[in-house]
């Protein structure tokens, strides 16, 4: 999921020049506020040590997706790379690159600290801003020069969705306004929940086959997007661009919008509610159900999965020995998540065809919903469209579907630890991370990582290390960390962030700080301080 607060890199106020030098020029121009040697180090045990799995007035936990307890090839003595991810307005509103001088300055900063690259979301909304097949580059091609010039790599989000409205989204960059416009004649064209609630963060995918966009169906513009971005940076491609991740869904991530948090729709933990009722979905599951010899199926999506903020034993379909798990709710269930596998195969299918042969890497994101996850029915994965409960594993289909076409999983929460959540949510990141790295082992596909909420201390990049290692399944290729902001520059911050970023190219084999060994009660949108924040500055002279 994509939790991912932000706010732009702004810590420089004087005029902004368009002359760049390189980190290797200026790199002793940079000056940041005096730091004392660190108290602690970055360690990292084996998480199994702080697992809790248990409220302590639960009954027996189920017993939940068993992995094996043999370890396999450790990597812990091989470098993974650590990126870090750009403001989400990087680029400017007009197309062009937001505050350059600044965006320098950050990015000498963290080629000092050793860091292999930055990640970038490239908005559907603003790139195609001015009418079908009319791109503007120019913004991202002036990023990729800068990033260039300091020696640091670059990832690009092919996002196909709307920045607002989601966990840390401090700006609205909507969907290009010609697709407003066609969305605004038929509002069947994105996600409608069973109360008829509109969700205009993404085009729906039951219409990825239709000409439904002047002319062209959203496959086809999706593939466009991506065929124009070749063309302009193929001298860039293997080389400073690394990586392509192709957005999916909302918040760039292969789901449905099951937990949208606008106007308060959504809060944590709720379950969310079932994405399936514009028209084309509605049209594909009456389909599926007359192929199944059973029309009364098909007239609609479940009507006892309860609502938004319900939690599974509120609700006849999530509660323990629910609809879920009868026959119904195998073929609802199994269409649901399948429709999402199918759409995900549609997309990179197009990009491994467009991207082949450059020399970058091709990944796609996976929400990380550990919320209910130590129930039976896993309620707020199914809503999202992973068909993952207690006796089915839902992730190891989208690792092979990854995998047919060379793609790198990415995960999130790698930072989560199940001791920092609200026991009434059942959440359980660390044993959701080591389900999803299982699965990846089993398929040989590559995992990559990053942080689902805005982390600086050092229990967080702990987490991170430990989650980083190969015990119990993949190892994480490289790791993307949320996110670049004023913030990040605090002494002590910064000082954990260059810690991490040692230790991640030492291959994480470090065990937990003593001095961060408390309960964080961190969750979705709630971080509780320990200490008061401490001011710094960076500046450029």
Same mark, same amino acid.
């Given at each position: 999921m994509a939790l991912t607060p932000c706010t732009s890199t702004s810590f420089i106020n004087k005029k902004e020049r368009k002359n760049y030098r390189t980190h290797d020029d200026i790199s002793s121009m940079i000056y940041f506020a005096k730091m004392n040697p660190p108290s602690c180090n970055l360690k990292a045990k084996s998480s199994n040590q702080d697992v809790q799995f248990l409220a302590p007035n639960m009954e027996e936990r189920e017993k939940l997706h068993g992995l094996s307890s043999s370890t396999h090839s450790n990597n812990s003595s091989t470098k993974v790379p650590v990126f870090v991810m750009l403001p989400l307005d990087t680029i400017a509103i007009g197309g062009n690159l937001n505050k350059p001088r600044a965006m320098n300055a950050s990015l000498m900063a963290l080629k000092s600290a050793g860091v292999e690259g930055v990640m970038v979301d490239c908005w559907w909304g603003l790139v195609e801003k001015n009418g079908p097949l009319k791109y503007n580059w120019e913004g991202y091609d002036e990023l990729v020069k800068i990033v260039q010039a300091n020696g640091l790599k670059l990832q690009v989000v092919m996002s196909f969705h709307q920045c607002g409205g989601n966990v840390g989204d401090s700006c609205s960059i909507p969907l290009p306004p010609w697709v407003l416009e066609e969305i605004s004649k038929n509002p069947d064209l994105v996600y409608t929940d069973r109360s008829g609630r509109r969700n205009p963060e993404y085009i729906s995918l039951g219409c990825d086959l239709l000409p439904v966009l002047k002319g062209r169906t959203p496959i086809q513009v999706y593939t466009d997007y991506m065929r124009s971005f070749r063309e302009r940076f193929k001298n860039y491609l293997g080389d400073v661009?690394?990586?392509?991740? %192709?957005?999916?869904?909302?918040?760039g991530e292969l789901r449905y919008p099951s937990y949208p948090e606008s106007n308060g729709t959504w809060r944590f933990p709720g379950i969310g509610e079932f994405q399936c009722y514009d028209k084309y979905m509605k049209a594909s599951l009456a389909a599926s159900a007359r192929a199944m010899g059973n029309e009364s199926w098909g007239r609609g999506g479940p009507h006892d999965s309860g609502q938004y903020n319900q939690f599974p034993e509120d609700t006849g379909f999530f509660k323990r020995d629910g609809t879920w798990s009868n026959e119904y709710g195998q073929f609802f269930l199994e269409w649901y998540s399948g429709k999402?596998?199918?759409?995900?195969?549609?997309?990179?299918g197009s990009a491994e065809g467009i991207f082949k042969g450059t020399g970058?890497?091709?990944?796609?994101? %996976?929400?990380?919903?550990?919320?209910?996850?130590?129930?039976?029915?896993?309620?707020?994965?199914?809503?999202?469209?992973?068909?993952?409960?207690?006796?089915?594993?839902?992730y190891l289909p989208i690792a092979r579907m990854f995998a047919k076409h060379g793609v790198v999983f990415n995960f999130t929460c790698m930072e989560m630890r199940d001791g920092e959540q609200p026991q009434h949510a059942n959440c359980s990141p660390e044993g959701l991370v080591r389900q999803v790295k299982n699965a990846t082992r089993i398929v040989g596909v590559e995992l990559a990582g990053e942080n689902a909420l805005e982390r600086y201390d050092g229990g967080g990049y702990a987490q991170v290390l430990s989650t980083s290692r190969a015990e119990g399944g993949n190892g994480l290729s490289a790791f993307t960390y949320l996110r670049l902001n004023k913030k990040l520059f605090e002494p002590e911050n910064w000082r954990n962030l260059v810690e991490f970023v040692k230790n991640m190219s030492e291959g994480g084999n470090t065990r937990l700080p003593e001095c961060d060994s408390s309960r964080t009660d961190l969750y979705v949108r709630f971080v509780k301080q320990s200490h008061d924040k401490k001011t710094a500055e960076a500046t450029v002279v």
């Open positions: 661009i690394v990586e392509i991740q %192709v957005g999916m869904g909302p918040c999402l596998l199918e759409h995900g195969d549609r997309i990179l970058a890497k091709l990944s796609g994101k %996976v929400a990380g919903i550990h919320w209910h996850y130590n129930t039976r029915s896993h309620a707020a994965e199914l809503t999202a469209g992973y068909y993952n409960t207690r006796n089915r594993d839902g």
